[in-house]
């Protein structure tokens, strides 16, 4: 947390605050509104106290005693009134301000760099705009408000009573504010326990929904033991955590909640004493021992407020991780890119201090192909996606079209390049509007010529409603290799002069890998292609192939050159040979680039 010593429920309670910062004038009328509620629930205490006055007077007064009746009445009447206005404008200013901070975070998101979204998993993002935008309304609503009303309630209430008699006044407040400092003490050592306690519940979350979705491939691999092992393990850390919480917090509530109600057993003796000394009068004493109880009451609530105060700050941190994530720097006179050529100018790059490329340097001129070839972790999909600026490089620099990508706008880069990864993201919409995502204002022609070109057309018209066919979310219902074509037509509508390719037949079935060969090699037609290669034999007519190893080009060349160099490609293409030696496609994305 940034506020150093801070307690943590003071420092939420601020940031809460600086939150709703921009509408403070109903800020202040709902918390006026809650304090008035507050003040009010002490109405029938107060009627009853004088009622007592009146009877112990010796000629009590029916129409007075009437009249306090129906002041108390009212009191309670304007108490409800109150809060409820109170609440009315603190959801109001809650709301807007949760729709601001969610318009934030999507834009946040839209400037952070692509690369941001390499880090977290999907669903803890998913997480933040929702559940956590959720809580932190909860936050605004209830929390700020409630806390200042139930904070100065007392202090007004308090104030009343010190020109009653400012002894006795004391005596209230002496337990009051030592439950306070106890309900304080109680949050500062909890602060850290909740912390591990949503630590863990993130991780029960995590441990709980790859058992549910791996599932089906653990038991087909008869490995479901060792799965629901650790799905045990979680929830009996989960429970063992919850319970520990539970055993060291419990006492010491109470006994806060003790101090916090307890003014009475204090009062009622001293009041007694001093009335019997003559030093204070018997009103006094009725109104004191009446509104002590009252007053208790008003502070009860405390230590559930400050509990759920400290529930804030794991969503308030991470909500404010997003907001205050780093930014790539966008230069005030953005340039465009000249033609469609690529280039690597001497490039390292780490990944939080690991380095994972190291003095890269190629350049693939407009139309021609360069493959990408490596073991697994070797920096491929790295190399991949600093051209699109996913990251911003260490040292050298990274040219598209002749132009450093640091000196374009990322609107000008990214409709300079294509990507086709595996990794299909589908959004639910209709088929026609997926793949108009790669020109969004391309007619339904222009949308079923990409479709054909990318062999996505007869299975589009196969499904019931054709182009106008809604995809669940994610694409569901749609085969690995119907996901891939739809992603080429998306990069074939787009027609960006350079087209970054993760080779995405690994997967497919033959049927699918010939179809998906065919359309990657019309895409790939006419533009600069990099290709990350699994499958050698596509890019045997490559103008150049990159062999990686551990972030450093380690060959380079042609096929024939490299295979008759008898180094690592060489080995690579041997034992390609070798696994498909009856293997007779491929060979064609290559041969489309000129
Ligand atoms: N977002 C990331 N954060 C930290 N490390 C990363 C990240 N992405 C990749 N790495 C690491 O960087 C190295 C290079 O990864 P990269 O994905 O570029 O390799 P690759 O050659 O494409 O591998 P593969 O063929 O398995 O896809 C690997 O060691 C990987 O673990």
Not at 135 to 144: P, R
Not at 273 to 293: E, K, N, P, Q, R
Not at 473 to 491: D, F, H, K, P, V
Request: aromatic residues 6%; glycine residues 10%.
């Amino acid at each position: 947390m940034r506020a150093g010593s801070m307690p943590p429920v003071l420092t939420v309670f601020l940031r809460l605050v600086a939150m709703m910062q921009r509408r403070r004038g109903p800020l202040i009328v709902s918390v006026a509104a809650g304090t008035l509620a507050a003040l009010l629930s002490l109405s029938p205490h107060i009627a009853v106290a004088l009622t007592l006055v009146e009877l112990f007077d010796g000629t009590p007064d029916g129409g007075r005693i009437g009249l306090y009746a129906l002041l108390g009445a009212i009191g309670v009447v304007g108490r409800h009134l109150a809060y409820g206005l109170a609440m009315l404008v603190s959801h109001r200013v809650a709301y807007a301000t949760q729709y601001e901070l969610r318009r934030s975070l999507a834009g946040k998101l839209a400037r952070v760099p692509l690369g941001f979204f390499d880090q977290r998993a999907k669903g803890a993002l998913r997480t933040t705009l929702l559940n956590d935008v959720d809580m932190a309304e909860d936050g605004m609503a209830h929390l700020v408000p409630e806390t200042l009303a139930a904070l100065l309630t007392p202090l007004l209430a308090f104030a009343a009573m010190a020109t009653l008699d400012w002894r006795l006044a004391l005596l209230v407040l002496a337990p009051t504010a030592t439950g306070v400092w106890l309900v304080g003490a109680l949050m500062r050592r909890g602060g850290e326990v909740t912390r591990r306690y949503q630590a863990m519940s993130a991780r029960m979350a995590h441990v709980a929904a790859e058992f549910a979705e791996g599932l089906p491939t653990l038991r087909s691999f008869n490995q479901s033991n060792q799965a629901l092992e650790r799905a045990r393990t979680a929830f009996a850390g989960y429970t063992a955590l919850a319970i520990d919480w539970l055993r060291r917090s419990v006492a010491p509530a109470a006994v806060a909640q003790l101090f916090l109600v307890g003014n009475l057993m204090l009062v009622a003796p001293a009041g007694v004493l001093m009335h019997a000394d003559g030093m204070i009068a018997t009103d006094t004493l009725i109104v004191f021992l009446v509104l002590s109880i009252g007053f208790g009451d008003l502070f009860a609530g405390i230590a559930g407020l400050a509990h759920r105060l400290t529930r804030q700050v794991a969503v308030l941190d991470r909500i404010d991780g997003i907001l205050e994530a780093p930014e790539l720097p966008v230069p005030a006179m953005p340039l465009l890119p000249a033609d469609g050529s690529v280039e690597f100018r001497d490039v390292g790059f780490s990944y939080g201090g690991r380095r994972v490329l190291d003095g890269v340097s190629f350049r693939v001129e407009p139309g021609r192909c360069l493959a990408l070839v490596g073991p697994s972790g070797s920096g491929k999909s790295t190399i991949a996606k600093l051209i699109a600026r996913f990251h911003d490089v260490e040292e050298g620099s990274v040219l598209v079209g002749g132009t450093d990508v640091r000196c374009m706008a990322p609107d000008g880069l990214h409709a300079h390049v294509a990507m086709v990864f595996q990794d299909v993201f589908l959004f639910a919409g209709t088929v026609r509007d997926n793949i108009r995502l790669g020109r969004p204002d391309a007619g339904h022609d222009a949308v079923v010529a990409a479709a054909v070109a990318a062999g996505a057309h007869g299975f589009i018209t196969r499904l019931p409603q054709g182009y106008d066919t809604p995809l669940g979310e994610l694409g569901q219902g749609l085969s690995g290799g119907e996901r891939q074509r739809l992603s080429i037509a998306r990069a074939i509508l787009k027609d960006a002069p350079i087209l970054v390719l993760d080779e995405a037949t690994a997967f497919a079935d033959a049927e699918n890998e010939a179809l998906i060969q065919d359309a990657v090699a019309r895409l790939a037609a006419g533009r600069t292609v990099i290709v990350i290669a699994h499958r050698l034999s596509t890019i045997v007519h490559a103008d150049e192939i990159l062999v990686l190893d551990g972030g450093r080009v380690v060959e380079r060349g042609r096929h024939a050159a490299l295979v008759a160099a008898d180094g690592v490609y060489a080995a690579l293409w041997h034992a390609h040979e070798e696994a498909h030696r009856f293997h007779h496609g491929g060979g064609r994305l290559a041969e489309a680039a000129p």
